[in-house]
C-alpha cells in the first residue's frame, strides 16, 4: 500500500471539511472516515474489482461509519458523510467525457458519460442501503 | 398559553436557517415538527422543498394557522445546521423558553460562517493539491493545483458576491481555473500532469453535498425536493464541464 493514498485522501478530506464549515470536533473524524472509504476504493481496485463495485462498498462504509459517529458524537449525519463521499465523486471520468465531447469523439465520450453516470449511481445506492440497514437497526 | 404566532415564527425560522445551509429535507421537517410538538398539543403539518416551506399548526381548540417562507440563498454550511439542531433538542427537552429560541435562532442566521473565508481558500488550495495526488498525479502536480484549485476558489467567493446567478460563477471560476492550470503547465513549466492539475482543482466546486443531500431526500420519500437539488447538483456539474470544455476548446 502506498503511503500517498492515506495522507492524502487524509488531508483532502479534511481540508474540505473546512469549505463546508463543518464543526470543529467533526474535521477529524471526518476525515478519517473520508480517508477509510478512498484506501477501500483503491484497495478494492488494486485486487481487479470493477470500479463500479468498488465504489459501491467504499460508499457503503463511508455512509455506515457517518451514521456510527453521529450517533456517538450527536451531530447530525451531513457533517460527516458529505467531505467522506468527495473523493469518490467520479471527477475524473466526468473531465474526461467532458474533453471527448470537446475533441469531437463522441463514441468516447459517451462511453465515459455512462460510466460517470453508473459510478454516481453506484454512490447514491452505497448510501441507500446503508441507511435502509440504520432504519432497520432502529426499529429491531 | 402560548401563542400560535409566536411557536410559527420560530419553526419557520429554525427550518428557513438548516434549509438555506444545507441541511437536509426530512431533517428540516423533523426539526419543526418537534419544535412545534414541544409547545402545541395538535398537529403540525410541513412540507419543504428547496426553494420554500410550508407549515400548518393546529392547537388543542383546533384553531389552524398555515404560513410560507421562501429561501432565495443557498450555501452550505453544516455548523449551522448542527447549531440549529442543537436548539430543536434544547427545545424538546424544555430546556429553552420559546423567546430565547427565537434570539439565539436569530444569532445564528445573522452568524458568521464558522471560518473565516481566508481558510476556506487555503483549504480549498491544500484539498486541490491533495486531490491531484490521490488521482495517480505525483508531487510535481502539487503545486500547480494547489495554486489554480485556491485562486479558482477565490474567485468563486468574490464573483458570486457580486453576481448571484450561481451556475454562472461556477462557469467563470472553472474557466479560470482551467486557463490558470494551462498557463502554469506551459508557461511556467510547473507539473507533469495537466489532467489531474485540472481535476484536482476543480473538485471544490463539485456538488458534493448536493448530490448526497438529493439522493437521501428520495431515499426519505421526499420525491419532488430530491429531484429538485438532483437537477441543481447537475446543472452546477454541467457548469463546471462548460467552464472547463471552453479552455480546452480554446487551447
Request: neutral net charge; contains cysteine; charged residues 15%.
Amino acid at each position: 500500500m502506498d503511503w500517498k493514498v492515506v495522507y492524502s485522501s487524509l488531508i483532502a478530506t479534511m481540508a474540505f471539511g473546512f469549505i463546508f464549515n463543518v464543526p470543529k470536533k467533526a474535521i477529524i473524524s471526518g476525515g478519517i472516515i473520508g480517508m477509510i472509504g478512498w484506501v477501500t476504493y483503491v484497495y478494492l481496485s488494486t485486487y481487479k474489482i470493477e470500479t463500479i463495485s468498488s465504489t459501491l462498498i467504499s460508499a457503503f462504509i463511508v455512509a455506515t461509519l457517518s451514521q456510527i459517529l453521529a450517533k456517538y458524537q450527536k451531530l447530525p449525519v451531513t457533517v460527516f458523510s458529505v467531505a467522506g463521499i468527495i473523493p469518490l465523486v467520479p471527477g475524473g471520468l466526468a473531465y474526461e467525457t467532458m474533453r471527448y465531447f470537446v475533441e469531437n469523439n463522441y463514441s468516447f465520450a459517451i462511453k465515459y458519460a455512462t460510466k460517470t453516470l453508473l459510478i454516481s449511481g453506484a454512490i447514491a445506492f452505497g448510501l441507500i442501503i446503508s441507511g435502509v440497514i440504520s432504519q432497520l437497526v432502529k426499529k429491531g | 398559553m402560548l401563542k400560535l404566532n409566536d411557536i410559527m415564527e420560530v419553526c419557520l425560522l429554525a427550518g428557513k436557517v438548516m434549509l438555506s445551509f444545507g441541511g437536509e429535507t426530512y431533517r428540516v421537517e423533523d426539526t419543526m415538527t418537534r419544535i412545534a410538538k414541544s409547545f402545541l398539543i395538535g398537529e403540525t403539518y410541513s412540507y419543504v422543498t428547496p426553494t420554500g416551506i410550508f407549515l400548518t399548526l393546529q392547537s388543542a381548540e383546533k384553531e389552524e394557522l398555515t404560513k410560507f417562507v421562501r429561501i432565495y440563498e443557498r450555501s452550505i454550511d453544516l455548523n449551522k445546521v448542527t447549531l440549529v439542531n442543537e436548539i430543536s433538542r434544547q427545545i424538546a427537552i424544555g430546556q429553552l423558553s420559546i423567546d430565547d429560541a427565537k434570539i439565539k435562532l436569530k444569532e445564528i442566521e445573522n452568524g458568521q460562517p464558522l471560518y473565516p473565508v481566508w481558510v476556506q481558500v487555503v483549504s480549498s488550495a491544500i484539498a486541490s493539491g491533495f486531490f491531484a495526488l490521490m488521482f495517480n498525479g505525483n508531487w510535481n502536480d502539487y503545486l500547480p493545483a494547489f495554486i489554480a484549485g485556491g485562486l479558482g476558489f477565490l474567485l468563486f467567493i468574490l464573483s458570486h458576491a457580486i453576481i448571484q446567478v450561481r451556475f454562472f460563477t461556477e462557469m467563470v471560476a472553472s474557466l479560470w481555473i482551467g486557463a490558470l492550470a494551462y498557463f502554469i503547465y506551459f508557461y511556467l513549466g510547473l507539473g507533469t500532469n495537466l489532467d489531474k492539475i485540472i481535476i484536482g482543482a476543480v473538485m471544490p466546486l463539485v456538488p458534493g453535498v448536493l448530490i448526497t443531500n438529493a439522493i437521501r431526500d428520495l431515499m426519505a420519500g421526499d420525491l419532488l425536493s430530491g429531484l429538485a437539488r438532483g437537477a441543481e447538483a447537475f446543472l452546477t456539474a454541467l457548469a463546471i464541464g462548460a467552464g472547463i470544455a471552453v479552455v480546452l476548446a480554446l487551447f
